[in-house]
């Protein structure tokens, strides 16, 4: 049954909860999966923490915020209409760019008024007796619903330092995920930055133009490349809507659903002048060519890799003119791309600003923070403001915020307490009704792409159920077990295993995720999808339906 956004019918079967479904979080992911659930009909009400929609982008709008995806790959596709009235301004918009187009669609397709805002769920117990799951918020409210989709996001568990003294800092003091919606003004300031992954790299260029004083706190060096950002002309943006379903279709067959697809050579099959000449012409052009668009061994092959990371380590020196500054800014312990490659506009330019330092604390670490700054082990400086670009506890981290609890009142974190065990990424045995978009073990890549695709496939196994009248969907433990198997196996030999990040589940400033383990499916998202259609083509047998 479709009908049109807004007027819901309510089927008799599902009248003893309060909604059909309830989708945590409003960003890209629950954005979407609102409006398809709303074709079917259903009863959706959406649990969103923050004010405003965007999720990801509501929150981090922190000083230079932005895609690293090009921006008319990033949009959703599900819209003719949609693709045809949002012209994109940059090919890589910034975070209030983003966050203005993400209102427009919640506009534009009157998502609002499903969405309650300024409610965090707290959590989420399965019933048995009704099939149905009890979801907390924090003020103490509750509902129930039969089915439960987490939107939850990859990275949207920001975490503080380990660091003593953090609460008594008396100025300015933030996480890049919490940036406040007021503006902040950075001139004549002494700024610290704590962090140089992806957030940390896009605020300490956007801070550096303006400060008064930066220091950045480095632990870990990245492998930056640049982004070649640039406005989008008239003329630009009438040829990408002209061209948009060859741009999806393309995003579609590309490893990541990036437009950057890996190049069917090795490194050692060209000569040095021509790996040289291709490298430049990578490092010349926008976007992450430079990592998906690369030899197809750079990210497997040691050799390959060592060449690849030497190609950086010698732009770096290039750019930073003071020679022992540019050292440390050339990371030693993991190869190009086996993190995530910060895109960066003149990052590593800042370092020859006068008023900007860099401090390495893997040489003077950081002991505390002080009501008036940062101790290290030889300094003692004095911030007007601290910067905490320190990341996220990835994929899992705001699973475990929820106390998300299913058959037999398991607790899902302590499930996972090894690594996320998952059917798809999208269900977990134990746990019935319970759909996560974008959950752990999942395809991922270029966000929206994968997401589009995570809902559709969620709203596909839910049309299935409602139509014949089923009310328990769960995966099987053998069905768990076998893709939690698949998961891991398809990431064998990849470099990126092999080195702490966000990525392989690490992160030193929460508890219980010292240990590398594999949190996404790195199959690649056709094959993923493969998968996932099989098993909606096979009438779901897979799944323990009742
Ligand atoms: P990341 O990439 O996880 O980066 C966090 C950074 O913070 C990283 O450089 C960490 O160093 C550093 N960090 C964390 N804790 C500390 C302490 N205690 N002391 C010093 N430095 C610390 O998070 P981002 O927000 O930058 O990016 C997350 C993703 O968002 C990104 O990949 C994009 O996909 C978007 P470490 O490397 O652990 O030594």
């Known amino acids: 049954m479709v009908v049109s956004p807004g007027t819901a019918q309510k089927p008799e079967a599902d009248t003893l909860t309060d909604f059909d479904a309830v989708v945590i979080g409003a960003g890209v992911s629950g954005l979407y999966q609102l409006y398809r659930l709303r074709e079917l009909g259903l009863r959706v009400r959406v649990f969103e923490t923050g004010s405003g929609v965007g999720g990801t ?154 400060v008064g004083h930066l220091s950045v706190f480095q632990r870990t060096p990245q492998w930056c490349a640049p982004l070649h950002n640039a406005r989008i002309s008239k003329e630009e943006m009438r040829q990408i809507r002209a061209n948009y379903r060859e741009i999806f279709a393309r995003c579609q067959q590309t490893y990541g659903c990036f437009i950057h697809a890996s190049d069917p050579r090795a490194t050692h099959e060209v000569t040095p002048e021509q790996r040289e000449a291709f490298w430049e012409k990578l490092y010349e052009e926008p976007g992450f060519g430079i990592w998906m668009g690369n030899f197809r061994d750079i990210l497997v092959d040691r050799e390959a890799n060592a060449l690849i990371s030497d190609f950086l380590a010698r732009k770096i020196r290039q750019r930073v003119k003071d020679p022992a500054v540019a050292e440390k800014l050339i990371p030693r312990n993991h190869g190009f791309g086996t993190r995530r490659v910060p ?77 996320p065990q998952t059917f798809l990424g999208i269900l977990v045995d134990g746990f019935p009704n319970m759909l996560m978009v974008m959950g752990p073990h999942a395809g991922l890549g270029n966000f929206p792409r994968a997401a589009e695709y995570s809902a559709d496939w969620v709203t596909g196994l839910i049309h299935f159920a409602r139509e ?79």
């Open 468 to 546: 014949r009248g089923l009310t328990r969907i769960e995966a099987t433990a053998a069905g768990a077990a076998d893709w939690t198997d698949h998961v891991i196996a398809s990431s064998q030999g990849l470099l990126f295993t092999e080195v702490d990040s966000w990525m392989t589940g690490i992160n030193r400033n929460v508890e219980g995720k010292q240990t590398r383990r594999i949190m996404r499916y790195s199959g690649g998202h056709p094959a993923f999808r493969e998968r996932c259609d099989a098993v909606a083509a096979g009438g779901y047998r897979e799944l323990s339906l009742a």
């Open 343 to 419: 895109l960066e506009s003149g990052y590593y330019e800042v370092y020859n600003q006068p008023n900007v330092q860099l401090v390495d604390v893997k040489q003077t670490p950081i002991e505390r923070i002080t009501p008036s700054g940062i101790k290290t082990s030889d300094a003692e400086y004095e911030f007007d403001i601290i910067i905490y670009a320190t990341g996220f506890d990835a994929i899992t981290g705001s699973f475990d915020r929820i106390d998300i609890r299913g058959v037999d009142m398991a607790l899902l974190k302590e499930k996972w307490k090894d690594g």
């Open 57 to 210: 982008w509501y929150w981090n709008r922190y000083p230079g915020a932005r895609f690293d995806s090009e921006s008319w790959t990033y949009g959703y596709s599900f819209s003719p209409e949609l693709l045809e009235q949002w012209d994109w301004e940059e090919h890589f918009a910034g975070q209030p760019e983003t966050e203005r187009y993400l209102n427009y669609v919640a506009d534009k397709f009157e998502l609002r008024r499903d969405i309650q805002f300024k409610s965090r769920v707290t959590s989420a117990h399965y019933r048995e007796a009704t099939r149905s799951w009890d979801v907390t918020l924090e003020d103490g409210r509750r509902y129930s619903t039969r089915f439960l989709i987490t939107a939850i996001g990859v990275l949207s568990a920001p975490t503080m330092p380990r660091i003593a003294g953090v609460d008594t800092f008396r100025g300015l003091s933030c996480h890049t995920h919490h940036w406040p919606k007021e503006p902040v003004s950075f001139g004549g300031k002494r700024v610290a930055v704590i962090g140089t992954g992806a957030s940390g790299v896009q605020t300490i260029t956007e801070v550096a133009r303006t």
